[in-house]
Nanobody
């Protein structure tokens, strides 16, 4: 089981980025997937968790701006980030526990499988 996150980069405030998390050795879109981020000098923060049946739990800081989707054909999931703010700057990680649903404690849960992280920098 391996995860590969990609798509990070430098974007101006108000811009958009699309992060991908690709699965290897299993079918990632068939499972619940969570995204986390860690800004410099800060603790890791849960961004969003999407269950297989489509329900999504997200932090208040990204509601209405970040959305999640699944690409079964390419075995990946996508985090679409819109209206980005400087405070969104962080390394973003995808994670899964090969379960179908996100628990309500997802943001504090220690997922067994993680992608390597991709850096998002929001700056003018």
């Amino acid at each position: 089981v391996q995860l590969q996150a990609s798509g990070g980069g430098l974007v101006q405030p108000g811009g958009s980025l699309r992060l991908s998390c690709e699965g290897s050795g299993f079918t990632l879109p068939n499972y619940a997937v969570a995204w986390f981020r860690q800004a410099p000098g800060k603790e890791r923060e849960g961004v969003l968790c999407s269950s297989y049946e489509g329900s999504t739990l997200s932090s208040d800081s990204v509601k209405g701006r970040f959305t999640f989707s699944r690409d079964h054909a390419n075995n990946l999931v996508i985090l679409q980030m819109n209206r980005l703010k400087p405070e969104d700057t962080a390394v973003y990680y995808c994670a899964t526990d090969l379960m179908r649903r996100c628990g309500f404690g997802w943001a504090g849960y220690e997922y067994p499988y993680w992608g390597q992280g991709t850096l998002v920098t929001v700056s003018s």
